[in-house]
Every structure is written in C-alpha cells, then in structure tokens.
C-alpha cells in the first residue's frame, strides 16, 4: 500500500476571511502620541501640542461640520476613560487648557474621575498665560496688520498674527515668538519694505482684533491649510476669546461725504470721470475694509480682475478712459490719505499690472453677475441706465418677457 504523500496545503481547512486594516482615526493618533507630553517640562509646548491636533481635527472637518472640536474632544474623552492611563489623563488636561469655553464641563469631569486614578503631570496646575503688553504694525495702505502680543507665565513669550484685510479679514500666519519681538520688528525690516512701524496698543484692543480676524477666516471656505496656521490656531483662539466683539454693521457712505470725494476729484461736466469714480467709491465702500480711500496693489488687483468684470457695465467710452481715470482716482485717494509719493507708486503701477487681466475677463460673458447681466440687456435695448424710470419700464416688460417664456416652454 503506498504510503499517503499528507493533505496539500490548505485542504480541509476553512478559510478565513482577511480584515481591513483599520485605519487609525485623529483621537486614536493623538492618544499614542500622548505620552510624549506626560513628561514635558513646558506649559508652552504641551498648549501647543494641544493647538496642533486641534488644527489637524479642525482641518479635516468637511462643510457641514459645525462643531469638529466638540467630536473631536467626544473621541478623545471616550478613548480616555475606557482605558485609564497617564497619557490619556494628560492628552485631556492638554486639550482642557486651549479648548474653547463650551468645552471645559466635559473635559473637566472626565480629568476629575481620571485624577483619582492616574498620576496627573507636572504642568497639570500650571496657572494660565497672561497677556502684558502689545502693539499693532499697520503698512502705509491699511492693508495688512501684524499684531504682538506678550504673555507672561512660565515661558514668557510673544503670540504674533498677520492679517491681511485686501478682499476681506483673513489670518495669513499665526507664530510664537520670543519676548521682546515687536521691539525687533522695525530693526529687522528690510530697507525697501514697505513701511509698517509697530506702535504699542491696549492688549485688549490687539486680542480684539485678533479675534475677530479669526472670526472671519473660520468661516471663509475652503479653510485655511496653512500648517502654522493650523497648529496655532487653538491656541490663539484660547488666548483672545474673551475679547471677541460682537460683528460690525456696515455703514453706507453718506451722500454728502460722496459728493465732496467727486466734486474734489473732477468737475460736474467731466460724466465719465465721475461715473467711474462713482464705481470706484462702490467698491472701497463695500469691499475695502480699511475704508474707500485704501487703495493697495492688491485691492487694485481684486477690483480689476474681479469685481469690475463681475459687478460693472461700462460703455466704450468708459471703458477707454477707465485706466487713466482709475490711476488719477489712485493719486487722489491716498494723497488724501496723506501716503508719501514713494508708495502710491507701487499702487498706480499696479494698474498697469492687471489690465490684460480685467480686458480677458470683462469680455467674459461667464464671468459676469446677475446685475451685470440684466445691466447689459438694457443696454442692449437702448434704455438709458441713468434714468430710472426709463430702467423700471424696462424692466418690467423684461421679467415680462421671461415669465411668457417660462409657461411657453
């Protein structure tokens, strides 16, 4: 009898399906990397552990997430608790230093119960950074702010954050700094830069404006993927939320203040002066935040690549004098404003810069918006846009027309 060569490999066993590997989620990453901070010496470093997995959580939110801190903390708290350890109590004493107001009843129960079982790290009780001094560089067009502010505690340092204010609020970069780096600040800037002294401010007045800055960036999509930004953005927040203010409410210029900026700038029978002019008020007074004589190189740059092409109808005759007419508006609002020759340059060369920009883009008939549209369409049909009986006629045997339309189709 032959002898039996054994069962091939595999036969008579059942298989077993393989799993997926589990992809580790943000808390579960956060929870391994925790024990890095149980052991830190600095407050500092451990809010800025903190900061940055607050960033990352953040970040990584899709639109419809409203709150991604608050899940994020859920995660975190949940993953902490099943499994007491020293790490995980200090991951959430982290967290519980820089998270947000609404956050500190969940974080603080769950470091009350861990306390009771796990040794809490050095830094657990450290007292809070205080704020001490402060100061505000504003370049000579309004259009960008770096604030400092100082912080005394266990690692005196400085909190910078660069905000540009060209088509809108935003926090270009958030860094921690030494002490004393406002007082460097004027030393270390580059002869030819603009000019951008830091004056000292009210703490108060510069947490302010941080936060409303922030304010405004958190809620400007797609969000801001900056890596410093990102890993201080917690932080900042915990250091200026007390100071947040309630939102402006925008103010129209008053027709008097408009009618002495056009009379100063050309005389009544110069129309198409003045009717760009008028465009040119439009814009400042609606998109410029600084105020409608601010002009830089980049609101030029947004107005003519931009919101002209989208917003505006200009006829050929406005059309032809609108680079003439916008340098000379240029000249006229920062001499205004008194800003030296030497930087209202930058800003008329500017317009030459983005000429070829505006004339691809005006004739782009996809560019343009629902006013501009219905602008052009009279135009079109030879109503006088100046007169506005002549445009409430026209518009109403417009939407006429599209309403016949609608229940032919």
Request: net charge negative; aromatic share 8%; hydrophobic share 45%.
């Amino acid at each position: 009898m032959p002898k039996s060569r054994g069962r091939p490999a595999g036969r008579g066993k059942p298989s077993r399906p393989q799993r997926p590997v589990r992809e580790l989620r943000l808390s579960d990453r956060l929870m391994r990397d925790a024990v890095t901070i149980v052991s830190e010496d600095s407050v500092l470093e451990v809010e800025r552990w903190a900061s940055g997995w607050l960033g990352a959580a953040w970040s990584a939110a899709g639109l419809g997430e409203r709150e991604p801190e608050k899940m994020f903390h859920l995660e975190v708290v949940g993953r902490a608790s099943t499994r007491p350890s020293p790490h995980g109590l200090a991951a959430v004493a982290a967290l519980r230093r820089v998270a947000a107001p609404g956050e500190w009843s969940l974080l603080d129960g769950t470091l009350e119960i861990l306390s009771e079982s796990q040794p809490v790290p050095s830094w657990f009780e450290a007292p809070v950074f205080e704020p001490v001094r402060a100061w505000r560089a504003v370049d000579v067009w309004d259009s960008e702010h770096v604030l400092f502010v100082e912080f005394a505690g266990q690692t005196p340092h400085t909190l910078m954050a660069q905000i540009s204010l060209a088509g809108g609020v935003l926090v270009d970069r958030l860094a921690v700094l030494q002490p004393g780096a406002a007082e460097t600040w004027d030393r270390l800037r580059e002869p030819g830069e603009v000019p951008m002294p830091a004056v000292e401010c009210p703490v108060e007045v510069a947490l302010a404006e941080l936060a409303d800055a922030l304010r405004t960036t958190d809620m400007t999509w797609p969000r801001r993927d900056d890596e410093d930004f990102l890993d201080l953005r917690a932080l900042a927040w915990s250091r200026c939320l007390p100071h947040l203010p309630d939102f402006r409410e925008w103010q129209p210029m008053g027709d008097e203040e408009r009618q002495r900026l056009l009379d100063g700038f050309a005389p009544l029978d110069d129309t198409v002066a003045r009717s760009l002019a008028d465009l040119f008020l439009d814009y400042g007074d609606g998109y410029m935040i600084s105020g409608p004589l601010c002009w830089s190189p980049g609101q030029v740059g947004l107005f003519l690549a931009d919101w002209l092409p989208r917003k505006a109808a200009l006829d050929a005759e406005q059309r032809a004098a609108l680079p003439d007419v916008l340098r000379r508006w240029i000249r006229y609002a920062l001499e205004r404003r008194a800003v030296d020759s030497e930087w209202i340059g930058p800003v008329v060369e500017a317009v030459d810069t983005f000429l070829p920009v505006f004339e691809e883009a005006f004739d782009d008939t996809a560019t343009w918006g629902p006013a501009k549209q219905i602008a052009a369409e009279l135009t079109a049909r030879g109503v006088d846009l100046s007169d506005s009986e002549a445009v409430e006629d026209a518009m109403r045997g417009l939407n006429a027309e599209r309403l016949a339309r609608h229940l032919t189709d």
